[in-house]
T-cell receptor, first 108, second 112 residues
């Protein structure tokens, strides 16, 4: 029942910027967009959250267009340790599960 | 703050056995969640709670039960274990539905 769609996988190299786009066509007015990162054998951890326009923290940037039907997580200058699964979550429905996420593989 | 703690870390069950997965948070969060994650898949919501005494079903509640007698604790009960319940179980909590979820380290369950 996930309301989001994101690519299954992406490959990158160290030092590059990685951009992951998530589609959420049915986003509700009061929904926030949240991104999580998960390493193997660990629980997901919060990366960034936004409602509209652009949000930036020490780890990533989140770009949200005016119609809010999609969002793009940007990871600047990735390193090998950024290899993980990234989940886009639109939270407004209590019963939402996480989708399959995007597996990002960073190569040397 | 310990955050969200889960016990046990790993457990092997025989078919038909029962067990309780424990989850405790020390952040005074109202919202708590139980997810299961099968290999290579995303997290599926089993049950959630919006406060002590209030629980509701998520996407995959069959075969599980929960209770929330205190703000801190949110145990997950498996009554009759089945091989299909082999998975990694994550507990999480958040202050509000829109706010960040904090996850525990997970419980790996194997049903044979």
């Amino acid at each position: 029942l996930a309301k989001t769609t994101q690519p299954i996988s992406m490959d990158s190299y160290e030092g590059q910027e990685v951009n992951i786009t998530c589609s959420h066509n049915n986003i509700a007015t009061n929904d926030y967009i949240t991104w999580y990162q998960q390493f193997p054998s660990q629980g997901p951890r919060f990366i960034i959250q936004g409602y509209k326009t652009k949000v930036t923290n020490e780890v990533a940037s989140l770009f949200i267009p005016a119609d809010r039907k999609s969002s793009t997580l940007s990871l600047p200058r990735v390193s090998l340790s950024d290899t993980a699964v990234y989940y886009c979550l639109v939270r407004g429905d209590y019963k939402l599960s996480f989708g399959a996420g995007t597996t990002v593989t960073v190569r040397a | 703050n310990a955050g969200v703690t889960q016990t046990p870390k790993f457990r092997i069950l025989k078919i038909g056995q029962s067990m309780t997965l424990q989850c405790t948070q020390d952040m005074n969060h109202n919202y708590m969640y139980w997810y299961r994650q099968d290999p290579g898949m995303g997290l599926k919501l089993i049950y959630y709670s919006v406060g002590a005494g209030i629980t509701d079903k998520g996407e995959v509640p069959n075969g599980y039960n929960v209770s929330r007698s205190t703000t801190e604790d949110f145990p997950l009960r498996l009554e009759l274990a089945a091989p299909s319940q082999t998975s990694v179980y994550f507990c999480a909590s958040s202050r509000d539905i829109q706010e960040t979820q904090y996850f525990g380290p997970g419980t790996r369950l194997l049903v044979l």
